[in-house]
């Protein structure tokens, strides 16, 4: 969008006015996001400009057993275990919203992703008083519970919104070509809709990774989470350590970046190719 | 998977018509069922581990068993008696027992506390009266217990006993929007040193409205210029809004934390530029809530109306140009309303999410920036009134659920993309 050649002064007037609104925006998304990063590479303790000089001392603070690399392991586990379970249910539970209709899809629909309206701290209340009276508050069997039935419902709207534009030609052609129901999910049906079920999975993920609520209300001190000791330092003593975790985490979630574009583009060109 | 089979000679005429009818129906009906089968799984660990303990949550707020549990026959008594004037010798006699039994087996904490959010004072005033119990030793056990206790021929307490009998209660449900039941049984306002939570209801709403408008003020251009730029800028200003919205909420929140402090970056570039004198205070209070919540928030806003921008041809706004239209009236009539689906459902969106903020008020808010969320979190935390607790979820689900249908509907023609 540029400004046309005949365009009256109002019109430039508003034209760059717009672009300071949004110039505005933009640094204001990601100004903070990328401020902080050298400072994680600071030698002094404060946490401003201008830096004294260059270390990696708060970097050496984050690879120390505890806390943070405590935590980084309990997230890992909790994610990762996470994701394979959401994963697999969603995945199996989008499969069979889309194959046929039966009575009451809808409402089955507005229920399984019903826990993204529900406020997080109503849920982890719930939980919480559910998992008390069966015993698995700071368990990490409790959190990764939890963490499913929030992780899930991506998964499902992710993977039904694949399975929008496939073609069930090819699983009809493959049965009557004599394969069973389940060789043809994994045969046929599966690596077709992998973009997006890998895109499921990549927010299941995220949503363990960086779930720090439920965790607060279920997790005991062996549960130690990234966001739980996150959230501890913000709030008690914050440090540059603190700093350098969250420019590790900003790395990761670049990556994670590029990882989902990637498997959206090739999902949408799929979908593109179905419909020529 | 099971595609009618011999659809190729449904041109029979007759009875095998029916026949095929038939097959056809039963062949749907085990499509149908082979579905459901594929989704029960997630929808029975949907039930069991989310509807269920939601709906356990919020049947505490009437549940109201706990005097009734420690004191059964003084509920009983107390549920029928009116009210109006002291109870008989019956009911003290019965109550000094009970109190007696409770203490020794300790539960008459319990108890004591359950009457405490009747009155004040309840508390220590049952447990002191369970230290002296021993004293009293036989009838007229009325005399004696207010020989413990002044109050204890009180009629207040006798009608907040009476209001404790359970085993169902309507106090926290009327407490959450500042009302109490009198004792006999009109609905008035609560007394004003507990009509906080309408306060808290107006602020929670307050808080998301400013935000929301912030969000719609600044993403609504965004989201036009990524939607009307070169493919190239597009992209670029595209990963702007995803990689903050892709980034850790604690990681965006500590950011905030670090330049919002006193100490912190923004107010040593106003000092140092000698815009201001000292340091503004930017955390701990209602603007920095705002600054972080908006910041949050506003990839949610810019995602689905930037969907469904980018489907409107620029065409359409040169030929309402070339048409005569001015271009606020061209804008007005042409390209708003095609873009109200997106905005509608970013709005919902936003507002839906910042109604159960939690985190970001507890951390860069001051005691008077917090919003519903925290009030349910004290209560089940701090003062373990689940009561309170639960009362409150439901005011904040309520509030949730009355947008949520409009969600749906606004949601149902476009599809979102979050990546």
């Known amino acids: ?276 | 998977m099971n595609a009618p089979a011999g659809i190729a000679d449904g041109r029979k005429a007759g009875p095998a018509d029916r026949s095929l009818e038939a097959k056809l129906r039963r062949a749907e009906r085990r499509r149908s069922l082979n579905a459901f089968l594929l989704v029960a799984p997630l929808l029975a660990f949907i039930v069991v581990v989310f509807a269920g303990p939601i709906l356990s949550l919020l049947y505490f707020s009437v549940d109201d068993p706990k005097l009734a549990e420690v004191m059964p026959r003084t509920a009983q008594i107390v549920d029928a008696w009116d009210g109006a004037e002291l109870p008989g010798e019956e009911a003290y006699a019965t109550l000094v027992e009970e109190i007696r039994t409770a203490y020794k087996a300790r539960t008459v904490a319990a108890a004591a506390m359950r009457l405490n959010y009747e009155i004040s004072g309840f508390r220590s005033m049952v447990m002191r009266t369970g230290r002296k119990i021993r004293r009293i030793t036989g009838p007229p056990y009325k005399e004696a217990l207010i020989g413990l206790d002044e109050r204890w021929g009180d009629l207040a307490y006798w009608r907040a006993i009476k209001a404790s009998a359970g085993p169902y209660t309507t106090r926290y449900l009327l407490a959450a929007v500042d009302l109490q039941r009198k004792w006999d049984g009109s609905i008035g306002a609560a007394p004003p040193e507990r009509t906080i939570y309408i306060d808290y209801l107006k602020r929670t709403f307050w808080i998301s409205f400013w935000v929301l408008a912030c969000c719609i003020a600044i993403g609504y251009p965004m989201a036009f210029l990524i939607a009307t730029s070169g493919k190239r800028w597009s992209r670029f200003l595209l990963v702007l809004v995803l990689l903050p919205f892709w980034t850790s909420l604690l990681v965006r929140t500590a950011a905030w934390v670090v330049l919002l402090q006193n100490e912190g970056i923004i107010n040593d570039f106003l000092l140092y530029g000698g815009i201001v004198d000292e340091p503004l205070t930017l955390i701990f209070n209602r603007t920095g809530v705002y600054i972080a919540m908006v910041h949050i928030l506003l990839p949610f806003l810019v995602l689905p109306l930037y969907a469904v921008m980018r489907n409107i041809p620029a065409s359409q706004m040169r030929a309402a140009a070339s048409l005569g239209a001015r271009p606020v009236a061209a804008f007005l009539s042409v390209y708003l309303p095609q873009t109200l689906p997106g905005l509608g459902a970013g709005c919902i969106l936003v507002f839906i999410l910042a109604l159960g903020f939690y985190i970001t008020p507890a951390l860069i808010g001051g005691a008077a920036d917090q919003m519903l969320s925290y009030l349910i979190a004290e209560f089940a935390t701090r003062t373990g009134n689940w009561g309170m607790a639960s009362a409150i979820a439901i005011l904040l689900l309520l509030s949730v659920a009355a947008l949520y249908p409009v969600y749906r509907g606004l949601v149902r023609g476009g599809t979102f993309r979050f990546g």
């Open chain 1, 1 to 276: 969008m540029a400004v046309p050649v005949n365009a009256t002064r109002g019109q430039h007037v508003w034209y760059w006015c717009l672009r300071l609104i949004c110039a505005t925006g933009f640094i204001f998304l990601i100004g903070p996001i990328v401020i902080i990063v050298p400072i994680s590479f600071s030698s002094g303790s404060f946490l401003s400009y201008p830096l004294p000089g260059f270390s990696m001392r708060w970097y050496d603070a984050v690879v120390e057993p505890f806390p943070w690399m405590f935590a980084l392991e309990n997230s890992l586990i909790v994610a990762t275990t996470v994701t394979v379970v959401a994963t697999a249910l969603g995945t199996l539970a989008a499969y069979g919203l889309t194959r046929a209709d039966f009575p009451g899809k809808p409402l089955v629909f507005g229920l399984l992703i019903s826990p993204l309206a529900v406020p997080l701290v109503i849920t982890a209340l719930g939980l919480y008083f559910f998992f008390a009276r069966i015993g698995l508050v700071q368990t990490h069997i409790g959190l990764i519970i939890a963490h499913v039935v929030l992780a899930v419902p991506f998964v499902v709207i992710t993977v039904s919104a694949t399975l929008k534009g496939f073609d069930w030609n090819l699983v009809r052609a493959a049965e009557s070509l004599g394969a069973p129901p389940l060789a043809a999910f994994f045969q046929v049906t599966l690596p077709l809709i992998l973009p997006g079920v890998l895109a499921g999975a990549v927010f299941a993920f995220v949503t363990s990774l960086d779930e720090v609520i439920v965790a607060l209300f279920l997790s005991g001190p062996a549960q130690l989470t990234l966001p739980r000791q996150l959230f501890t330092g913000l709030r008690d003593q914050l440090d540059p350590s603190i700093v350098a975790i969250a420019t590790l985490l900003i790395a990761f979630s670049i990556a994670l970046l590029v990882v989902v574009e990637v498997l959206q583009w090739r999902s949408a060109r799929q979908r593109s190719a179905r419909a020529d």
